[in-house]
């Protein structure tokens, strides 16, 4: 029986060793891309308090966003206050931008 590989064969086994290498780098690309795929998405509007008229930004919240959600307001003078509400103490002043990257 002969055990040596042909150059055809080694040829094959190149190739799909390659296309099995291949196969698992793009799955695990993917994987990371589902992980960190919100850190490429800006969604920052500014709304103002209805109570006091304070402007806040919103960032990363979809504004359509309709039920019990609590928003995470940074103030615009002040970017390390936060504050919690829910939407129905908020109106929309401008809308968010929705910047992402190319996939």
């Known amino acids: 029986m002969n055990t040596t590989l042909e ?10 060793s ?7 780098y793009k799955a695990c690309a993917e994987y990371y891309w589902n992980i960190t795929c ?3 998405y800006k969604n920052a509007g500014t709304v103002k308090l ?5 402007k ?4 990363r919240y979809s504004l359509n966003f309709v039920g ?4 995470h307001l940074y103030s615009v003078k002040l ?16 809308e968010p ?5 190319k996939k």
């Open 68 to 71: 019990e959600g609590i928003l």
């Open 18 to 24: 390659l296309i099995v290498i291949i196969s698992i």
């Open 38 to 40: 919100l850190d490429y």
């Open 7 to 16: 150059p055809v064969h080694i040829g094959f086994l190149s190739i799909l």
């Open 79 to 94: 970017p390390t206050k936060v504050l919690e509400v829910l939407p129905s103490e908020i109106i929309v002043v401008k």
């Open 97 to 101: 931008l929705l910047l992402e990257s």
């Open 56 to 59: 806040y930004i919103v960032e």
């Open 50 to 54: 209805r109570t006091t008229g304070e």
